[in-house]
């Protein structure tokens, strides 16, 4: 699900006081460059024809994010009601047959979360536990918040947002969203998007060691929408990995009539990113104008791609949204 119609830095701290969760909202930082391997230009979408997961019970089932833990597959996903999105937690044996588990997460009126979302979320297993990252409150100005489990079924949500928008008159000023967090040694790595007061909307990057505390990079945004009617004139939805000597980068890229498809970018440090030619459209009639939310898994010599699709051209919702499957092989 796109969260597409929502919508003064601090000097970096000496070295020697360094700390990622006490020295300030912005720093200037990269990610470690990846380790040396066969490069390669770029990679071929081959999509399942159906969906893995319907939208039985409700309007949209959108926004995968899978875990892998103990060979079972986690898929905590958003799923829309008519009136508010909720987060839903499937488990599978294999990625492609999955077995619903209920309802996770819902929004809270009487919190900051408000009520009308509390989904289209970031989910990883670290550490001994389940950590997903959300989108929650008001829609003009959504934040995003966390919520632990130790089994994928029981959730803890911390009081208050963990990521919230910008000050006035920056890039992320009217509201953050569709976060996707990865782990590289001792630092945790999330990009989100942004929008600003004109309705721009960029995707940038912030680094924590705990993933409650963050600190943005004083120079995002790290990837600007495409021009005047293009295919990612407004994007959002990335999903990350690390493989062939580079970082990756797969978004979900909005046009002027609200089709929706995939694109690709690269980087060798996480912060200057190079988008690739083309993009990825989907070829059945339950997708055929809606691909979006990827969320992806290192596995073997491909990449598994979960993603939402529709068949109507809706920003938000209402787009029959279901989930399906893909890989992503490397073109050499």
């Known amino acids: 699900m796109l969260i597409l119609g929502w919508w003064g830095r601090l000097v970096a701290c000496p070295a020697v006081m360094l700390c990622l969760t006490g020295c300030g909202r912005y720093a200037d930082f990269s990610l470690p460059a990846p380790a040396a391997a066969q490069r390669v230009n770029s990679f071929d979408w081959k999509a399942d024809p159906s969906p ?13 994010s899978v875990v892998l833990r103990d060979g079972v597959y986690y898929n905590l996903y958003s799923a829309y009601d008519g009136k508010a999105w909720h987060t839903d937690l499937a488990t599978s044996p294999d990625g492609m047959a999955w077995r619903n588990q209920g309802r996770m997460l819902s929004p809270q009126p009487d919190t900051w979360e408000g009520s009308y979302i509390a989904a289209n979320g970031s989910a990883l297993f670290d550490s001994g536990e389940f950590l997903y990252w959300y989108v929650a409150g008001p829609r003009e100005k ?27 008159g920056s ?14 040694g001792d630092t945790l790595y999330m990009y989100f998007l942004g929008q600003d007061r004109a309705r721009r909307q960029r995707l940038g990057l912030a680094r924590s060691t705990d993933g409650s505390h963050w600190q943005k990079l004083r120079s995002n945004p790290v990837l600007e929408g495409g021009p005047a ?74 990449i598994r791609v979960w993603f939402g699709g529709g068949d109507v051209a809706s920003p938000d919702e209402n787009l029959h949204g279901q989930i399906g499957i893909a890989k992503l092989v490397p073109r050499l």
């Open 229 to 302: 009617g293009s295919f990612d004139e407004r994007l959002g939805e990335p999903a990350i990995w690390l493989s062939h000597g580079y970082y990756w980068m797969i978004y979900t890229g909005r046009d002027i009539r609200e089709y929706r498809r995939l694109g690709l970018a690269r980087s060798s440090d996480g912060v200057v990113w190079t988008k690739l030619p083309g993009s990825f459209a989907g070829g059945e009639q339950w997708n055929a104008k809606v691909l979006c939310d990827p969320s992806v898994l290192v596995e073997s010599n491909f």
């Open 142 to 168: 959504p934040g995003i918040g966390l919520a632990r489990s130790t089994d994928g079924k029981a959730w803890r949500k911390n009081p208050t947002p963990v990521l919230e928008s910008g000050p006035r």
């Open 171 to 184: 890039w992320d000023e009217r509201g953050v969203a569709d976060p996707v967090v990865m782990r590289i």
């Open 52 to 64: 893995v997961l319907s939208n039985a019970g409700a309007v949209d089932v959108l926004n995968p």
